[in-house]
């Protein structure tokens, strides 16, 4: 259990005492984007927690205290693991039933009015200013049933897909926090299946239009170009884990992929979760991932067993009428590499990751129709309906439909989650 | 001709007044990074010069000074063309022998002494802090040569390669500026070809270091997700362009690049020259492309014709004894894209785009031995040997050569270039 609490928390929230994630929030009194964390219906302004000494016990913080005065969270990212650490720690002593500040905040009702916020009224915003944005392939269940689809299930996996965590440059600036709107993109389409040569494309709005079920994680280190990060180091690499959602223009994508990979199909837009949630709070649902059956290469043998968390994720749809389907349920663990790994073998060549860059997992999904994560899956490659409540049939998305994803682990009055991921689909520029 | 200066300028240099550049730079006396341009053999503070009042008579920039005191051009970049132009019109008058502006530096020698600085004696940084960077593969001469190594020259081309710009994302964390040294990296690598399945890769340095010759573009017009940028008013996103050495991993990408793009191949490290030459000072040079007979999508039709610049490329190896040869002379008009059109594509989808985007043509390629942008061109997938002056030969990079990219157009005494690109590669990491 966690610790309980003088502010009240329901106990379904996603933001027990146990989480502490951090955000950037703005309001209507105060429309500067600043740092945040959350605590049940609460949001906490850690900018006015700051400025009114509430860090104050915290020697460490004081000459990085301008962190909490940014729009971003990548000063605070930069600070490193340790003091992400010492800072969740001390705001689980403050807001504590039986912890050791009480006069910080409980008993501080002036600070206290000026730094809780309730949730309702703060809008939330993209937690750090993203460098670049890698997006990698790690669901082994996804890169099988979409292999299947193309080559069979024999030729499902490349040659590399157990040896290398495979992956591309995905991009940065279209990366939108949950609860944007995702405009339908263009693009050049085939009509005809694509062993049909020559055929000209048409240009319409896309067709076949996606969602990819991640996890991703921020990076909080940098490390200098030509300087590997060596896996076993690679954790503290991490500054914390969002939800996401790589929505995907299958049709643009079978169009223009050969030779260099997914671009229009994947640049519109990608949805992240608001709030980040730090390792440290993940740590109790560590667990082990998919089994390599490969003898891959030294650089990514981790000495870490537990190198995956089980966090149970959910997709919701909901359609324009407002009748929400569950489609999808699965657990994070189902990745073949860890973000170590990938931290690994990304660096290897000697590429420099820096504060703010992310990296996507891939398309988590399960072995059963009810637990894939993307529609391409669900769907047979665009040949079954996915049945809705209320009547309604999907293959892919439709104009006016919601996607939310949700993330969580442990066990009520305990829980460590991620709130949502949402998106609604609205219709093709005219 | 460009218009006589005041100050000497050999008739030699990239950086007659018919050019006006800019970048970045520091010195030893102020090392703070700081914005400045370059004529003939001096650099010009425009820090300095700003804060000396030196741009007092152009009254666009008034508000606008502190771009000047920005440790990147993005500030200024932002301004937009309309303002970059009279900036660049401004400092030829300043520096014209008859303009219009003899006090405002020609007559100040204590501005003059803070303003001129010895080219010899400033430091360049990269230009622009880089949002995302996308790689083009617009050079139909090298996709033909490369894809013809592969597939054999009747299947040479992917279907969708004249239909749109194909392109990937690519890695803006590794970006450096030219005289930076490049580490080999270390990578997994198939020692028999890839159709020999099962095998497992080793894990060594690179062996096929290779380089690609490409002209660059940086972005300074943002447009909102989901709004594309229509191909006729693209120009108006085009800051600047750049010398552009992608290095590139061959073996690593062979082993690596299916199904998702290449990626540990190309994100150890990618060049680009120091100064950033506007399209004003090309525009004398435009001319046209390599023409596409298909009949591609109107989205793409631009009106204007003349939608390449002949800027003349050279590339010389230097190896570690010294040795000089060039071994690549070629236009950068042979794309078959434009620039415009590849801004078009990339935004079609609703992609946004920001000031400090970065755009890589591909690789320029003539259609002869000596005028093709990459190594692999030149050995015909690694089986030929390439001849150096001094008696050496290579296939692909050794340790200690230095590639060195030139670019420049006009005619001797009113040059418009881009100075040098280079970069020597050093040892993997032991």
């Known amino acids: 259990m966690a610790p309980k609490s003088w502010l009240p928390i329901a106990g379904s929230s996603h933001f027990s005492l146990a989480n502490i994630p951090f955000g950037i929030i703005s309001t209507k009194a105060l429309p500067t984007p600043r740092p945040a964390s959350i605590i049940g219906a ?60 009480p006069q910080i905040l409980r008993d501080n009702s002036d600070l206290k009015s000026k730094v809780l916020i309730l949730a309702t009224e703060a809008t939330t915003h993209l937690p750090l ?22 080559r069979g299930p024999e030729n499902a996996l490349q040659p ?54 991640e996890l991703a994680a921020f990076i909080c280190k940098s490390n200098p170009i030509g300087e590997p990060v060596p896996v076993d180091e690679a954790e503290q690499s991490i500054f914390d884990y969002v939800l996401m959602n790589d929505w995907s223009a299958r049709d643009i994508q079978t169009w223009e ?59 919701d749809l909901t359609t324009q009428k407002g009748i929400t389907t569950t489609i999808t349920e699965t657990s994070s663990k189902n990745l073949i590499w860890s973000f170590p790994q990938m931290i690994a073998h990304h660096t290897f060549s000697g590429c420099p990751m820096r504060p703010g860059d992310l990296l996507g997992s891939g398309t988590i999904s399960g072995t059963t129709d009810s637990s894939r994560g993307s529609l391409l899956e669900q769907n047979g490659g665009g040949k079954k309906l996915i049945k809705l409540n209320g009547g309604e049939e999907r293959k892919f998305l439709e104009d006016g439909d919601t996607i939310t994803i949700y993330g969580v682990s442990g066990e009520e009055g ?3 989650g991620f709130g949502e991921c949402s998106g609604q689909v609205i219709e093709a520029r005219r």
């Open 414 to 416: 305990a829980l460590v």
């Open 160 to 213: 590399n897909y157990k040896h290398l965590p495979v992956a591309y440059h995905s991009r940065a600036s279209s990366v939108v926090v949950s609860g944007t709107p995702v405009r339908r993109p263009w693009g050049q389409i085939l009509t005809a299946p694509p062993s049909v040569v020559p055929q000209a494309p048409v240009v319409a709005p896309c067709r076949r239009l996606d969602i990819e079920l």
């Open 42 to 101: 609460h949001v906490i302004d850690l900018q006015a927690f700051a400025e009114g000494g509430g860090f104050s016990p915290l020697a460490v913080l004081k000459p990085h205290i301008g962190v909490f005065s940014q729009p971003r969270l990548n000063a605070f990212a930069a600070l490193g693991r340790p003091v992400h650490s010492q800072v969740r720690s001390y705001l689980q002593q403050v807001f504590s039933e039986d912890g050791s500040y």
């Open 257 to 315: 992929y050969v030779p260099l990979g997914p671009f229009n199909a994947k640049n519109f837009a990608t949805s992240i979760s608001p709030w980040v949630v730090l390792p440290d709070a993940l740590e109790p649902f560590a667990t082990s991932g998919i089994a390599n059956d490969t003898d891959f290469a030294t650089y990514l043998k981790e000495s870490r067993e537990l190198n995956q968390y089980d966090i149970r994720l959910k997709v």
């Open 129 to 150: 200013e993203i460098g670049d944005y890698t997006d990698f392939f790690a669901g082994i269940n996804h890169a099988f049933t979409v292999g299947s689809l193309f």
